[in-house]
């Protein structure tokens, strides 16, 4: 394990690398896509600390191996938050240690809200990184409107540290709200369901979350999250239950119990997913959903959809046979899937990603060689070309 102290050491490493690095910050997504073969792992880790925070220009910037729980904690103070709210994945993976910014980023891992505020990369505004040959780059800067140049920020946000090390990131931040709320919603199956997260959604209310918890007897439960100020959560609340009573039952689940839902609702909680179980995730339009989760029916599956039906997560059988499945079901749907979990064997042997269409492939080998021309930084990490 290679953790150097600062940027210009891990440039240091990098230039005098001549084997593969497999890239990492706490390493706590060892079973996230692709495993990487590699002479030695380059950690970001020892690379900590907020190096900017102004909170009257909602700006941050911080090393990428600075823990999350540290920057969130950092943003409480001052009535701050992460707006697309990055999940804590560490128990998922099985992991001691807590996720940190750089891996966040690179991921592009984001949480309920995404649906409102975006992903993690549009909230990125700047970033230090060393590329495949040892070079210090910087991307963006540390406010809101910058033009300096291509956008690679929004093209390393994703890239799962195959095209460069992040060294520092810079993150636009929000005010958190003052108050939240639930709406839990009991249907009679998943197409109700997601008719009663799309009539939330398209409402004036302002819903910040809207996921949906199927049954193992068909059935499921609609979750719709408001935040504001108290007055605004009380009053939307109200109008919002009255609107979503033609779909089933309501119930309104006040602060607590609302943080504490949505906070097991964006790290996959209640899809109750056994450690010996491979895990998928699968982006379609809501509309598909119910399709999806039809072709995937099963007694050995469990399932949780997000972003208002917009995200299914899948837990299973880690086998090919299993993956099969769920490729076949994400083709059906015109959506795209993700192996989000699994044993390292599986990994290997399937595509862990929604293959490109050649004309992207072609672009996206081009960026690689560009970026990382001795492929140097998590090869074979997304795919086996790359």
Not at 40 to 48: G, I, K, N, V
Not at 163 to 179: F, I, S
Not at 303 to 318: F, H, N, R, S, T
């Amino acid at each position: 394990m290679i953790e150097p102290r600062d940027e210009a050491a891990l440039a240091d490493v990098v230039r005098a690398a001549h084997e593969p690095l497999a890239i990492e910050g706490n390493g706590t997504k060892h079973a996230l896509l692709r495993p990487v073969q590699a002479a030695e792992t380059l950690s970001t880790r020892a690379l900590t600390g907020i190096t900017l925070y102004k909170p009257t220009e909602l700006v941050l910037s911080a090393r990428a191996g600075t823990p999350l729980p540290e920057i969130e904690a950092a943003l409480a103070e001052h009535g701050q938050m992460l707006a697309p709210e990055p999940p804590d994945l560490s128990a998922f993976f099985g992991a001691e240690l807590p996720a940190t910014i750089g891996g966040i980023v690179a991921t592009n891992l984001s949480g309920p809200r995404r649906i409102t505020v975006g992903a993690m990369r549009d909230h990125l505004l700047g970033i230090r990184f060393v590329n495949g040959m040892g070079e210090v780059q910087r991307s963006g800067g540390r406010v809101l409107k910058n033009v300096t140049g291509l956008d690679l920020c929004k093209l390393l946000a994703g890239s799962h540290g195959t095209l460069g090390v992040m060294t520092e990131v810079t993150l636009k931040v929000l005010p958190a709200a003052r108050d939240q709320a639930t709406l839990s919603v009991a249907v009679a199956g998943l197409a109700t369901g997601i008719r009663a997260l799309s009539a939330g959604l398209a409402s004036p209310y302002g819903v910040s979350g809207a996921a949906l918890i199927p049954a193992p007897d068909g059935s499921a439960t609609a979750l719709l999250r408001l935040e504001d100020f108290p007055d605004s959560v009380a009053y939307r609340g109200g109008r919002l239950r009255d609107d979503l009573l033609a779909h089933g039952d309501v119930t309104l689940l006040a602060r607590e119990e609302s943080e504490a839902l949505w906070r097991r609702v964006r790290d996959a909680g209640p899809l109750g997913a056994a450690p010996g179980d491979a895990v998928w995730r699968i982006s379609v339009r809501p509309s598909a959903a119910p399709a999806v989760v039809a072709a995937l029916a099963d007694p050995a599956r469990k399932m949780l959809l997000d972003w208002g039906g917009g995200l299914v997560w899948i837990a299973g059988p880690a086998t090919e046979a299993a993956h099969e499945a769920v490729m076949k079901a994400a083709t059906a749907s015109r959506g795209s899937f993700t192996l989000f979990r699994a044993p390292a064997p599986l990994r290997a042997a399937v595509p862990v990603l929604t293959p490109e269409a050649p004309a992207l492939a072609a672009i996206a080998g081009r960026v690689k060689a560009a970026l990382d021309p001795r492929g140097l930084f998590n090869p074979g990490r997304m795919r086996a070309s790359l």
